[in-house]
């Protein structure tokens, strides 16, 4: 598809925000949109490269209610865009070997239940006996959510471009925003390499590369690169259908099925902020380690596959939801590494915003870009 000349919006970057936010302003009837995506398929950037975990459990209010609206919206995905995404509920266990992590979570399921979601408080006892096949000694607790699981990202990316396209969404890839122009405070056109679209409104969705299309606007936004990696293993005939997402808070280590076999990543807490997507071996070694350490039967595991790609951290680890100072230049970013659960609600609290003003599925305005100025940041206490 040629790339049209003019837009009455364009959306830049086509992972799951880009694409949410395109079918949901089309399905209100917004007409003339266009969503850029720089690379050679839709949903090759951190969307295509998550873990595709899918959890009620956070420690903030907001982003709990974020999970009760967007999680079901997964739920109705096949009914409702035609796509299967495969959401396997096969709950979120988290482990505390502390005792301020325990009682942290202990917090967290005070919250997750005053909000209607059915998360359970586990003891050491009980965090060993649901996972025999790990080395546990030092679990203090655990947390348990069966509604938690893992969806396919790449299925709900396509599902919303083809969905979007077919109400008439020109969503294009291999077109990169080089440029935002701009006439007195408000947005006039975007810069492409194919040429200028003109518009007089951007929605950035750009995830890790926020930031930087922010700097093409004069936007300051507050959302840095940081690598993740993970591998899976071949099949491992002992890991159960039903075994859960694990997660050794502490170590930021997990585990989860995918296969036949595990899906096994950990956060690098030195890991320095930058655009490098390629797998640092040496923090893999860690990783298996780490991972062997809990789970001693991988010593017989070997590696089927593994990548990396981008965290797109922002100060609070809380998305970006709005406007700026900039008139019609608007952001859905930010979401530190737990966004791809979040996408479908987060593409319809921007077709709202964009149409209307105003967030009316749910109330995100405290998300705004201005918070970071003003001292307003809610820190999440559940980031992996
Ligand atoms: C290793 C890893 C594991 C994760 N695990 C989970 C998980 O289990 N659960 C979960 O919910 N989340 C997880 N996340 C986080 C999740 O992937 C992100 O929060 C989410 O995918 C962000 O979506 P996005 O659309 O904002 O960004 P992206 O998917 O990165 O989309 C942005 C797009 O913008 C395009 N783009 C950038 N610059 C330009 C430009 N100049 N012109 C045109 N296009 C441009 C990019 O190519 C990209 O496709 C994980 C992330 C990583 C890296």
């Not at 969503?35 to 709990?64: D, P």
């Not at 006439?183 to 890790?208: F, R, S, W, Y």
């Not at 075994?243 to 076999?261: N, T, W």
């Amino acid at each position: 598809m040629d790339t049209p000349n003019t837009a009455d919006i364009v959306i830049i970057g086509g992972g799951v925000m880009g694409a949410s936010a395109a079918y949901h302003l089309a399905k209100r009837g917004m007409k003339n949109i266009v969503l850029l995506e720089k690379e050679e398929f839709f949903g090759t950037g951190a969307t295509g490269r998550c873990a595709g975990g899918v959890r009620y459990q956070f420690s903030t209010e907001i982003n709990v209610k974020l999970s009760l609206e967007s999680l079901p919206m997964i739920e109705r995905f096949r009914e409702e865009i035609g796509q299967d995404v495969n959401y396997r509920k096969c709950g979120y266990l988290l482990i505390a070997t502390y005792e301020k992590d325990a009682t942290t979570f202990k917090n967290n399921v005070e919250l997750q239940n005053r909000l209607g979601v059915p998360t359970q408080f586990l003891s050491g006892e009980e965090v060993r006996a649901r996972l025999p096949l790990m080395k546990l000694e030092d679990a203090m607790a655990g947390t348990f959510n069966p509604k938690d699981g893992i969806v396919d990202p790449n299925s709900v990316v396509a599902g919303y471009i083809s969905a979007a396209q077919k109400r008439g969404v020109k969503a294009v890839t291999q077109v990169e925003v080089t440029g935002i122009c701009i006439k007195g405070d408000q947005v006039e056109a975007v810069e492409t390499a194919q040429g200028q679209i003109q518009t007089h409104m951007v929605l950035n969705t750009a995830g890790p590369w926020a930031g930087r299309i922010g700097q093409m606007a004069g936007v300051e936004i507050p959302i840095v690169p940081v690598r993740r990696q993970m591998f899976t293993t071949n099949p491992l005939k002992e890991i159960p259908e039903d075994f859960p997402f694990v997660i050794d808070f502490a170590q930021s280590l997990y585990f989860h099925r995918e296969g036949e076999g595990l899906l096994i990543g950990m956060s690098n807490q030195n890991e320095k902020p930058g655009f490098d997507q390629n797998v640092d071996e040496e923090f893999e070694f860690a990783n298996l380690e780490a991972a062997i350490e809990r789970m001693p039967l991988l010593e017989r595991a070997s590696r089927a596959s593994h990548w990396a790609g981008l965290y797109e951290v922002t100060p609070d680890a809380h998305p970006i939801f709005g406007g700026s100072n900039l008139k019609g230049f608007t952001i859905c970013a930010g979401f530190s590494g737990h966004g791809f659960m979040h996408g479908p609600v987060a593409g319809k609290l921007m077709s709202e915003y964009v149409l209307d003003g105003t967030f009316s599925t749910l109330d995100v305005s405290m998300l705004d870009l201005a918070r970071f100025e003003e001292g307003r940041l809610i820190k999440e206490y559940n980031v992996v």
